[in-house]
């Protein structure tokens, strides 16, 4: 953890050049307005103030959930904060479909953990992350071909105003016919 300084020796007046950095799962990044590179230098800055961060994604972004059972989606949440532990609130506001959240070893409820009555993630130590599992129902009265997108919204304990969201989409498959595509 620390700067990143990008520096070019030599490039054709021709060319120009676009400098950006990536996190290490390729969700999120930073790019440097681009031109010409010659007799500059770009800087990246780690922030040094201590702070409460947080990434998620989901593993699978789409799936059929059946009439008469359930499709887990997991979700990876990673603690980038530099005050160390961590525990995410998950709320799913708004959701048509019943959500309930699991741990990834599929049969243990994730609680409230921190006694502010919000479901979370248990404790994450600052640098490693959890795969939780948000389990979707269809509600009642769906029927073949009903659709849901919903966003699942993560908010750290330590700063409730640092969030993340990750966003599901989930349909209600033909029994005879189970294509499905994420574009």
Known sequence: KGDIVIQHQSVPSE?????AIEGIN???GLQYPFGPMVGRVVRFVYPTTPAARVLAYPLQPGGFVPLRGYKDFPIVVVNQGTLGTDRYDLTAAGSAWPVTYY?????????DTDGNSLIDTGPVSAGSSITL???????????VGDRHSHQVQIASSLNNSVTASV????????????VFTVS
Request: proline share 8%; hydrophobic share 50%; net charge negative.
């Open 15 to 19: 060319f120009d050049a676009m400098v």
């Open 26 to 28: 390729g969700y999120e």
């Open 103 to 111: 741990a990834l070893n599929d049969s243990t409820p994730l609680t």
């Open 133 to 143: 599992l948000a389990r979707y129902r269809a509600p009642a009265g769906a029927v």
């Open 167 to 178: 966003e599901l989409e989930m349909t209600i498959p033909a029994g005879f016919a189970n």
